[in-house]
C-alpha cells in the first residue's frame, strides 16, 4: 500500500484547483509551444495538485475518483492551454488501462514505492515482442505520437508478438508496458499545425527487455473486460473493467471542449476590447451580433459539455453493471458510448471555427493570437486517429440498433 498524498482532498477541491490554475497556464502558452511541451513549472504544478493520480487506484497512492471528476480537470486544463490539456490527458488517463489489465505482481512493481506513474501511449503496434528464453519480452521499435512522452515515467504500447518460425506472419496484438529506464524520448515534434506544446514525441526501445508480465496479449481496442478484470477485483472498482475506445473518445471530447471554452473567453476579450470602426467610443460588444455569436456559442459548448459529464457517468455505470453480473460492458455499449463522446467534441469544434474563429476579425488569425492557437489546435484535433473512426463507428452503432453484426467493421483503417 502506497499512501495518498492527500486522503482528505476532494473531487470538487481538485477541479477547484484546475480552474485556479487557468490563467497561468494561459500565460505559460507560448512556452509551453517554444519548448514543444509543457514547462517545468506546469509539471510541478500538477504534480502538488494531484492532477495525475486522479484515476490512479488508492491502494498505489490515487485518488480513485471517477470518469466525470477527470474529464471536468481535463477541460479546465485545455480552457487553460489545450496543449498542456492534450498532454496531461494523455499521460494521466493510461493507468486505468493499467490498473485494469496488469496482475497484482505486475501492479505493485510499476507503482513502485512512491506512486509516480505517468504513460504516453500509441493505438499503432510498431515492431515485434520477441521471448528472450529468461522470463523476458525483447521490443525494439520507434512509437510515434506519443503524447506526454516527456514527463512520462512509463510507455504503454503496442506491437505484434513475433513469429514462431521464420515465414510464418506475426502474431496476434502484445499490449506492453515499458518503463522509463529502457527508452529515450525522439526530438522530433516539431512544425505541427497545432497542439505543438503536447509532447507528442516518439519514443524509441532499442532492444529493451520487460517481464512478460508487463505483457498482455490484446488490443486496446478490445480489451477483455466482460465480467471484470484482475485490476476490477484487485481494487474493487468497476472502473477498471471499463473499454478504452469510448474512454479515449470522451478524453479527445473533454479537450475540445476546453480549447472551445478557451475561444469563447478570448472572443468575450476581443469584442469588448475592439473599438468600433464608426464609432471608437464603442465597442464591438455592445452590438447585437456580436452578443449573438458568443450566446451561441456558450449554449452549445455547454450542451456538450452536458454530454460529456452525463455520459461519463453512464459508461461508470456500465462499468459497475459489467461487474456486478447485471450486463457485459458489450462492444455494442462502447461503440454507443465512443459515439456521443466523439458527437460532443464535435459540437465543440464547430462552434470554435464556424462562428467563434470565424467571426472574430482576420487580425486575429495572425502568429501569436491565442484564436489563431485554439484554431490550429483544434484543426489538428481532427486529424487525429480519433475522429478518424466516426464513419465507422456510425456504421457500427447503426447495425447494432438493427441487430446486424458490427464487430466486423474495423475501427482503424
Not at 165 to 194: E, M, N, Q, S, Y
Not at 213 to 229: A, K, M, N
Not at 354 to 371: C, K, N, P, V
Not at 377 to 392: L, R, S
Amino acid at each position: 500500500m502506497i499512501a495518498v498524498p492527500e486522503p482528505a482532498l476532494t473531487e470538487r477541491e481538485l477541479i477547484e484547483r484546475a480552474v485556479e490554475l487557468r490563467p497561468a497556464l494561459l500565460e505559460r502558452q507560448p512556452e509551453t509551444e517554444r519548448l514543444t511541451h509543457y514547462p517545468k513549472d506546469t509539471h510541478d504544478d500538477f504534480l502538488r495538485a494531484g492532477f495525475y493520480r486522479v484515476l490512479q487506484p488508492r491502494r498505489y497512492g490515487g485518488y480513485e475518483f471517477g470518469l466525470p471528476t477527470f474529464y471536468r480537470v481535463v477541460t479546465e486544463t485545455a480552457r487553460g492551454c489545450p496543449s498542456t490539456g492534450w498532454a496531461l490527458s494523455l499521460t494521466a488517463a493510461h493507468v486505468l488501462q493499467v490498473a485494469g489489465l496488469f496482475d497484482e505482481k505486475a501492479q505493485d512493481e510499476i507503482f513502485g514505492d512512491d506512486g509516480e506513474f505517468r504513460a504516453a501511449s500509441t493505438v499503432v503496434p510498431i515492431g515485434l515482442a520477441r521471448p528472450d528464453g529468461d522470463g523476458h519480452v525483447v521490443l525494439d521499435g520507434t512509437w510515434p505520437y506519443s503524447s506526454g512522452a516527456p514527463y512520462s515515467t512509463h510507455y504503454l504500447g503496442q506491437t505484434l508478438r513475433a513469429p514462431e518460425k521464420p515465414g510464418d506472419p506475426p502474431g496476434p496484438f502484445v499490449l506492453f508496458l515499458a518503463p522509463r529506464a529502457i527508452w529515450t524520448v525522439v526530438d522530433d515534434w516539431h512544425g505541427a499545425l497545432g497542439l505543438r506544446g503536447s509532447g507528442s514525441n516518439s519514443i524509441r526501445i532499442d532492444e529493451g527487455h520487460v517481464p512478460t508480465y508487463f505483457t498482455r496479449e490484446v488490443s486496446l481496442l478490445d480489451l477483455p473486460v466482460e465480467g471484470g478484470t484482475p485490476g476490477s477485483k484487485l481494487h474493487g472498482n468497476a472502473m477498471y473493467a471499463g473499454r478504452a475506445p469510448s474512454f479515449y473518445h470522451g478524453e479527445l471530447a473533454a479537450i475540445m471542449i476546453g480549447t472551445a471554452y478557451a475561444a469563447a473567453d478570448e472572443y468575450a476579450r476581443i469584442i469588448a476590447e475592439r473599438p468600433l470602426i464608426a464609432d471608437p467610443t464603442r465597442t464591438r460588444s455592445e452590438l447585437h451580433d456580436y452578443q449573438r455569436h458568443l450566446g451561441e456559442a456558450l449554449g452549445a459548448i455547454r450542451t456538450a459539455e452536458a454530454a460529456l459529464l452525463r455520459n461519463a457517468e453512464d459508461w461508470m455505470e456500465v462499468c459497475r453493471r459489467n461487474v456486478s453480473g447485471e450486463a457485459p460492458f458489450t462492444s455494442a455499449e462502447d461503440n454507443r458510448l465512443a459515439l456521443v463522446f466523439l458527437t460532443a467534441g464535435r459540437m465543440a469544434w464547430d462552434v470554435l471555427q464556424g462562428i467563434l474563429f470565424r467571426t472574430a476579425g482576420s487580425r486575429y488569425a495572425r502568429d501569436g493570437e491565442r484564436m489563431q492557437r485554439y484554431f490550429r489546435d483544434a484543426a489538428t484535433y481532427w486529424t487525429h486517429v480519433g475522429p478518424t473512426m466516426a464513419e465507422p463507428l456510425y456504421r457500427r452503432v447503426g447495425r447494432d440498433r438493427l441487430g446486424l453484426p458490427s464487430d466486423d467493421i474495423p475501427l482503424l483503417p
